[in-house]
């Protein structure tokens, strides 16, 4: 695999940096089957979205078909993650249904600084992790309708094992108990996906009105 720029210790790995005034940090999480990476694209592909960057996170999990290295995530083994931690290279890491997953830091610092919002797709680990270290960040949590959708959706995926499955639905049950650690909550109706995208914008816009000066540090 080829080493892409966020492989590299940069110089801003290390030392706090402050964003452009009005920037914004946004976690968006969930338990797996809510729908995130639907939502997110169809945020992608809304025109009125305002300057973003999407953060691709690294992991050490298999690639599935149909995903992208550097597009869906950044694929690496356990070696180059553990090495990319100790460097300081990553906002938050936490090993989530046997596998690791992690933020670049570097592309956080770097839309930050050029003014643009920055929008994290993590788990629950990481979105209180990021909380601790970026106090102003902004969380919101993705639910489906119910837990009984939300299993059938897990399921409907087909992309894991039985016992994979297993995991994840316990898993999603403690997750779903962490909705307080949230700035907003939002409902993944089913099929209504660009609602929900919608529905998110919305938030953001609302954040850029209450605070036009905030600057983030990171």
């Known amino acids: 695999m080829s080493e892409s720029r966020a492989d590299v210790a940069r110089p801003h790995s290390r030392r706090r940096a402050v ?7 946004v976690v968006i999480s969930g338990p797996s089957g809510v729908g995130k990476d639907a939502v997110i694209e169809a945020l992608r592909l809304r025109p009125e979205a305002r300057s973003t960057h999407y953060v691709v996170t690294y992991t ?12 869906s995530y950044h694929f690496v083994d356990p070696e180059r993650f553990s090495a990319m931690r100790a460097a300081g290279d990553l906002l938050e890491a936490s090993e989530v249904h046997g596998h ?15 003014g643009r919002d920055v929008i994290l797709k993590i788990d629950v680990q ?9 106090p ?9 309708p119910s837990p009984e959708d939300l299993a059938a959706r897990l399921r409907g995926r087909a992309t894991e094992s039985a016992d994979e499955l297993e995991l994840r639905e316990r898993d999603a049950l403690r997750e779903l108990a962490r909705q307080s650690d949230y700035d907003y909550i939002v409902v993944n109706e089913t099929d209504q996906v660009d609602r929900t995208a919608a529905r998110i914008e919305e938030i953001i816009e609302a954040e850029h009105r209450a605070h036009p000066d905030r600057r983030v540090t990171v």
């Open 100 to 114: 690791w997953y992690g933020t670049p830091r570097d592309q956080v610092v770097d839309g930050l600084i050029l």
């Open 60 to 71: 050490t999990r298999a690639r599935r078909a149909g995903e992208v290295d550097g597009v």
């Open 19 to 25: 964003g452009a005034p009005g920037a914004l940090l």
């Open 136 to 144: 102003q960040a902004v969380l919101i949590f993705m639910v489906a």
């Open 126 to 134: 990481g979105a209180r992790k990021v909380r601790r270290r970026v």
